[in-house]
């Protein structure tokens, strides 16, 4: 474990955090690199503590400032073919949320990390996740379960997804990393559904099945808009791999 004290530079447009986010950083953090073949990764939040297992550094960067993968440019290699544990200690028992907890990642990144960035808006194709003509198939969750959104491969050559009290904006994360392009949701609807959405990807030519975009219409009653229009990209300028301790 180490203490994770930093300074805040902006230098000639180029940041390693911004200034709103100088006082929030981890009292302490371990960072190892986890060597195992395990393809899923784990978050779990408590009070005063954020425990992140077998994840890659892109997606810290995404957690920390809130984009989605197309989003971040110059991203080396390794921070999507090495993934690690990180356990780091607030020192209170605060709660951290998904949006309270950006600034300590950003913290955490220009501290062990070597991370530096800068902002660019540029033009890119983004896919707009929106209710089809006839409205969508969604079903309310009720009653009890746990919150779970997973990915998994079927016997036939599918991908299932498999959603308990899931919401859209995560669907529209999925959809992200799926298609390769970014995708927002754009529904209007805030609620936690119970789904399951199974298409054949693009990469196995010998499954027989609906496409991603055609399952999304078909299964969900939603459907993704394509169109160019600016968007918020963090450019990374610098990063390095952490030391373990």
């Known amino acids: ?14 940041s390693s955090v911004t ?10 953090v371990s960072i190892k690199r986890n060597r195992t073949t395990a393809a899923a990764s784990d978050t779990n939040t408590t009070p005063g503590r954020l425990s992140l297992v077998n994840v890659t550094v892109l997606s810290v960067v995404l957690r920390a400032f809130g984009v989605m993968g197309p989003q971040v440019v110059g991203a080396p290699d390794w921070l999507t073919s090495e993934r690690y544990d990180i356990l780091a200690v607030t020192g209170d028992g605060t709660a951290l949320t998904d949006e309270s907890r950006r600034a300590y990642l950003q913290n955490l990144l220009a501290d062990r990390f070597r991370f530096s960035f800068h902002r660019e808006t540029r033009e890119a194709r983004v896919y707009s996740l929106v209710p089809a003509k006839d409205g969508h198939k969604l079903v309310s969750h009720a009653g009890p379960g746990e919150y779970s959104m997973r990915v ?8 299932r997804l498999r959603s308990t009290r ?36 693009n990469l196995n030519d010998s499954a027989a099945g609906p496409s991603l975009f055609t399952s999304v219409v078909e299964q969900l009653g939603l459907r993704l808009e394509s169109g160019k229009r600016p968007v918020e990209a963090i450019v990374i300028d610098r990063i390095e791999r952490p030391t373990e301790d």
């Open 1 to 14: 474990m180490r203490v994770g004290l930093l300074l805040v530079a902006l230098v000639a447009g180029v």
């Open 166 to 201: 899931g919401n859209l904006s995560r669907l529209a994360e999925i959809l992200t990393g799926q298609l390769g392009e970014l995708v927002t949701d754009r529904t209007g609807l805030s609620g936690e559904y119970d789904f399951t959405l199974d298409w054949v990807p």
């Open 152 to 159: 998994q491969p079927t016997d036939d050559g599918r991908l």
């Open 19 to 28: 200034a709103q986010s100088a006082e929030k950083v981890f009292d302490a």
